[in-house]
């Protein structure tokens, strides 16, 4: 069992949990980001591009002078691709990128995440997250006193307070467990996580 120790918003050390190691940590493996957050970037593509072919353009389907005699090169209508406001050839048009990575390949690439968080000393767990005002202030001053830089948290419960109080912070994002993905927290230099956050990873990670 990983052993991981926790602090309250002081940084003062209040106890230790003991996590599972196939979550917290195991072999990291890197081939696993790259086959994740290329689906996840790629699902989250509107697919909405399009551009006027030919046939779509408003221009006059007259052809512009006759075929031979002029020395000119053959020519059609306007609408041609070849022409300054002409249709354009095998431009995007709307198509859908969702596609799916394995269940099992998924939930290893989440595993290896936080593993690899834990293993470089960037996995924060708190004993809560709770506030006693809405105060920014607050929310800067535990911050410093952990060096976070960019850390992403992770509730389980609507904490108003604090999110509130860390929304107007540059770098900072909250997540309820159900949205954690390899992306966000690949994208964020730390990873903090309360202690019921961390049972209810194991829950859904098991």
Do not use: W
Not at 48 to 66: E, G
Not at 115 to 120: C, I, P
Not at 145 to 164: A, G, Q, S, T, W
């Amino acid at each position: 069992m990983a052993v991981l120790k926790v602090h309250d918003i002081n940084r003062k050390e209040v106890g230790q949990i003991e996590a599972s190691d196939r979550i917290f940590d195991c072999e990291v493996n890197k081939n696993l980001f790259y086959e994740v957050v290329k689906m996840q970037l790629a699902n989250r593509r509107a697919g909405t591009a399009a551009s006027k072919t030919r046939h779509d353009v408003n221009r006059t389907a007259a052809k512009l002078f006759r075929q031979k005699g002029t020395g000119r090169a053959r020519r059609g209508d306007r609408g041609t691709p070849l022409m300054k406001g002409g249709g354009v050839a095998h431009g995007p048009h709307p198509r859908d990128y969702f596609y799916r990575v394995s269940r099992k390949a998924r939930a290893s690439a989440l595993c290896s995440a936080i593993s690899l968080r834990n293993q470089e000393g960037k996995l924060v767990v708190v004993d809560s997250l709770t506030f006693e005002e809405y105060k920014t202030k607050a929310v800067a001053g535990m911050l410093n006193r952990f060096e976070l830089v960019k850390p992403l948290f992770i509730e389980i419960k609507e904490n108003d307070k604090f999110y509130r109080s860390a929304r107007n912070i540059e770098g900072v994002d909250i997540m309820p467990v159900a949205g954690l993905n390899v992306y966000d927290i690949l994208k964020h230099k730390e990873l903090v996580l309360t202690r019921e956050s961390v049972e209810r990873i194991e829950e859904r990670l098991k």
